[in-house]
């Protein structure tokens, strides 16, 4: 008779730093994990610890019905995975992709007669595995995969499923940090501004993440409310046209201080073209609607 405790059995192909972070996690939770990675070498530490290492991937595929893959990109995904049998096989593929990559890998896998759910790593290897680390994967796809495996799959990070467009995963991971790279790009101007003086980064440093996160929280939710409702205009402080006017100062500021305008000055451009056609009473979500275009 079947044991109800046993964990459900687990196949990972890719044991790279993420892959390694995972494995260890299911391991930890008491899961049957077997494991392959293109060089094999990379999975001694773990056979160690009680992963079972196949010697090709097909071997490791045929293990386990559930098999989850990352891998660096969708080409080793490709690569890794071909001419293995995955009829039967529940596919849940963490490698990092763009949506599209994720749609025709889910096709091509669903032909194969494999179920398919696409996800997006909220995390980096040290929060797997430490829930109040935060970390999180975004799933799409088949919402029956998900829901079947959602247990065996929150085991080294959480999970938030996203819809049943395969693509969404990677839509929302892509999202998510290209907004963080336009953090990143921020702090690194307000860094350059001060790097000549007599100021010191660790000090400035709390002052330039708080102002980030009080800035971050209302004006996100204020854009997402205005581009939900299609009315841009603001009644409250700082509309297009004062923060327009405020540019120049900011260019002039980053001249003084021998500082490239490079990463602003494209957002200030957006800003003046968004004037431009009459929309000084507005807040910056008229921006979005500059970036889409329209073919
Ligand atoms: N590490 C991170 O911080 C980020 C966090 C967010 C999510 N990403 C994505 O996760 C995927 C895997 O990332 P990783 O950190 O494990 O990446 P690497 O340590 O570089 O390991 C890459 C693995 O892929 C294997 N591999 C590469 N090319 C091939 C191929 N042609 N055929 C088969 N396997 C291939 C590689 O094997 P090997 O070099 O050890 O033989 C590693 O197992 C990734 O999509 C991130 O964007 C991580």
Redesign the pocket.
Known sequence: TANPNRKTPVTL?????????LARAWLAAGHPLTVW???P??AEALAAEGAKVADS?AGAVAASTLVVV????D??????LDGVGLTGKDLVN????TPAQARARATWAEERGARYLDG??????PMVGIPEAGGYVFYSGSRELFELHRESLAVPVGTAYVGEDAGFAALH?VAL?SAMYGMFAGAAHAFALIRREDIDPVVFAPLLGNWIKAMAGSSIEQTARQLRNGDYTTDVVSDLAMQVAGTPTFLSTAEEQGVSPELIAPYFALMRRRLDVGSGKEDLTGLVDLLVRKD
């Open positions: 192909l890719g044991l790279g730093a993420m892959g390694t972070a990675n293109r060089t070498a990379r991937a990352c891998l660096l990109d080409a080793s995904v490709e690569t890794a963490l490698t990092t992709t997006g790593i909220m995390a980096v290897p991971d940090l």
